[in-house]
């Protein structure tokens, strides 16, 4: 089993940044990637990146790409996700994920973590 804590959330204004993490405990050994999703209110869980375990390769969706960027300290088993420009359509709560196989980026996650709320004001 893996657990995952998530923590960096907050309130930020519109152009600004915010830091996410994701502290992974348990069985680490066993993750091949970490991904971040987020679920907006009313509407269904998105990806949002992606990084592999043991390697830099990283993952990202299109509403994101060159905003947001996905980095780990595999010494601390942390991911981390760092959030630039932010735009009010960002506001959603995001949750972390592990994966313990190889697979498509975008699914497939075994492990999740409880999420953390990022509200981007206008």
């Known amino acids: 089993q893996v657990q995952l804590v998530e923590s960096g959330g907050g309130l930020v204004q519109a152009g600004g940044s915010l830091r996410l993490s994701c502290a992974a405990s348990?069985?680490?050994?066993?993750?091949?990637?970490m991904g971040w999703f987020r679920q907006a209110p009313g509407k269904e869980r998105e990806f949002v990146a992606a990084?592999?375990?043991?390697?830099?390769?990283?993952y990202y969706a299109d509403s994101v790409k060159d905003r947001f960027s996905v980095f780990k300290d595999n010494a601390k088993n942390t991911v981390y996700l760092q959030m630039n420009s932010l735009k009010p359509e960002d506001t959603a709560d995001y949750y972390c994920?592990?994966?313990?196989?190889?697979?498509?980026?975008?699914?497939?996650?075994?492990?999740w973590g409880q999420g953390t709320q990022v509200t981007v004001s206008s």
């Open positions: 994920a592990a994966r313990a196989s190889d697979g498509t980026w975008t699914r497939g996650y075994d492990y």
């Open positions: 990084i592999r375990w043991t390697e830099i390769t990283t």
């Open positions: 348990g069985s680490t050994f066993s993750i091949r990637a």
